[in-house]
């Protein structure tokens, strides 16, 4: 695990990103959940592991149900000290775009050889974040191309904390400082628009929209109103 990757794609003289110390030799089990809106949305999950963080992006995020299955794509190990980034990373630059810290926490894994798991494929543990808790697995899945030994999925195993509730989509701020995409990139002086497509609001933006056209349907003149008007036995018997 060297952070040699990290640095190549990266110019410290222009990303706020860290350039990362040393890697220590502890392995004190911090995680953590970005969510980036780069070039497309994604998720990065970290993991600590021997003084670096393992990394994946998930396009669609983490879910809470046993029965889904979320892409992870793993790439370059980061530094520790970037668990805590968040902000803007400018246009141009590698993952140029706006980070938000989505979870943090820590992990445990199942099998104290987490260097076999890895070699194996298949890596069992729990979590507890903020947001994300319990038992979970990455496993590594017969990717194509030049990713193929780099495509695992990350599922949830049921347990307690397993859940239909669609957790990207119903808690998208930032657990470090209750901002979504769109506040950091305002705030960092990112682009705002790219950032904001990563929030989510469309399904309230509809909820919104056809309630305005309900209220409108009160106020249309009396010769439509007849319509409406003659639903209203049909309605009564039944
Ligand atoms: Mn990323």
């Known amino acids: 695990m060297t952070l040699t990757t990290y640095r190549k794609k990266r110019n410290f003289g222009v990303t706020p990103e860290p350039a990362g110390g040393a890697p220590t030799a502890k392995s004190a089990g911090i995680y953590a959940i970005q969510k ?14 021997n003084g670096t963080l393992l990394s994946w992006a998930v396009p669609k995020g983490p879910s809470l149900d046993p029965s889904v299955k979320r892409l992870a794509m793993q790439v370059e190990d980061h530094p520790v ?8 990373i400018p246009e141009g630059e590698y993952g140029g775009g706006t980070v938000l810290v989505w979870d943090r926490g820590t992990w445990t894994p199942n099998d104290t050889d987490v260097k076999k798991s890895l070699h194996t494929g298949e890596l069992k543990f729990t979590l507890n974040g903020e947001k994300l808790q319990g038992s979970w697995v990455l496993v590594r899945t017969r990717g194509y191309g030049h990713a193929a030994d780099r495509s695992w999925l990350l599922i949830k195993h049921r347990d307690q904390y397993a859940s239909k509730q669609d957790i990207a989509l119903q808690q998208p701020r930032s657990v ?25 609001g469309q399904p309230q933006q509809r909820g919104e929209a056809s309630a305005a056209i309900k209220g409108s349907e009160k106020d249309r003149p009396a010769s439509k109103t007849k319509i409406g008007s003659s639903r209203r036995p049909s309605i009564a018997k039944s």
């Open 176 to 200: 470090a400082s209750d901002r979504l995409l769109v506040d950091v990139a305002r705030e960092g002086g990112g682009d705002i628009e790219k950032a904001a497509t990563g929030d989510p």
């Open 81 to 88: 000290e970037y668990a805590t980034f968040e902000g803007v």
């Open 36 to 49: 980036h809106r780069a070039t497309n949305l994604h998720y990065d999950f970290r993991l600590e592991f």
